[in-house]
């Protein structure tokens, strides 16, 4: 068989031209084509890798955010929760003095009542003894009554001494003729019980004392002198009162047992 060599070298340069062509026209093109796409997917995955990794330090930041946040929740819940704790100690504290102090107002009204209803008493018995033992005395009243009631004011007054007897001289030197002692009595003083009087004040003092007698039943069968609020007295009303102020010591004393 022969060989034709003008038609192989033909064949020849067309697959070159064509090889040429194909590669001119379609394998670069590709090539770029692909090559393209791989750049292009490579910037896809930096891309999506960079994406990733902000993701990443995002999910990263949101948690210590969240942590944070649900460590200050804690905080906030604690104090709150301290605070709720502190005003309830704190009401329970003001209700608990409120109520001690309406305790005490109560007790302390009690035992203003209790107290008021026991002067009360004290009193109307004080008052009742007063006036029996008034009504008892002067249905007893008389002359010797009376002479040994004026007996005992200037033994009284004859007993006084010491800065007693000075406070007393110093009041009864400053009375006069229109301003003098007054000497008050249960009953009407006759004239010589007057003098007795006035001889006695004369020789305890050393000098005329000017008096003025008023009658005040109200003494007891008792006499009272007093001058510049000085006062010398004696009377059975010291004795009731005594007696008084004993009960209401003695009442007082077995009140607080």
């Known amino acids: 068989m022969l060989i034709d060599w003008f038609t192989v070298g033909a064949q020849l340069l067309n697959f070159i031209i064509l090889v040429w062509l194909m590669k001119r026209f379609l394998y670069q093109p590709v090539l770029d084509a692909i090559a393209a796409r791989e750049q292009k997917i490579a910037a896809q995955l930096a891309d999506a890798a960079a994406t990733k990794a902000e993701a990443h330090e995002r999910q990263e930041e949101f948690e210590k955010k969240n942590q944070a946040f ?26 608990s003095e409120q ?34 033992s008034r009504r008892v005395l002067g249905d007893l009243a008389g002359v010797d009554l009376e002479q040994r009631a004026c007996e005992v004011f200037i033994e009284r007054l004859q007993a006084v001494e010491g800065p007693d007897l000075a406070t007393l001289g110093a009041a009864l030197r400053g009375v006069s003729d229109a301003e003098p002692a007054l000497l008050r009595s249960a009953f009407e003083l006759a004239q010589p019980q007057r003098e007795a009087i006035h001889t006695a004040l004369e020789a305890c003092f050393g000098q005329p004392v000017p008096l003025k007698f008023e009658a005040t039943p109200e003494l007891v069968s008792g006499i009272e002198l007093s001058a510049k609020g000085q006062k010398l007295a004696w009377s059975i009303s010291d004795y009731l009162l005594a007696l008084s102020s004993d009960l209401e010591e003695r009442l007082g004393v077995k009140e607080a047992a």
């Open 99 to 132: 109520a001690d102090a309406a305790s005490a107002q109560r007790a302390k009204a009690l035992l203003a009542d209790a107290q008021h209803l026991h002067g009360e008493i004290t009193r109307q018995t004080q008052q009742q003894v007063f006036d029996i």
């Open 70 to 95: 649900d460590e200050q929740r804690a905080d906030l819940l604690r104090k709150a929760k301290e605070e709720a704790k502190a005003e309830r100690d704190r009401l329970q504290l003001a209700a």
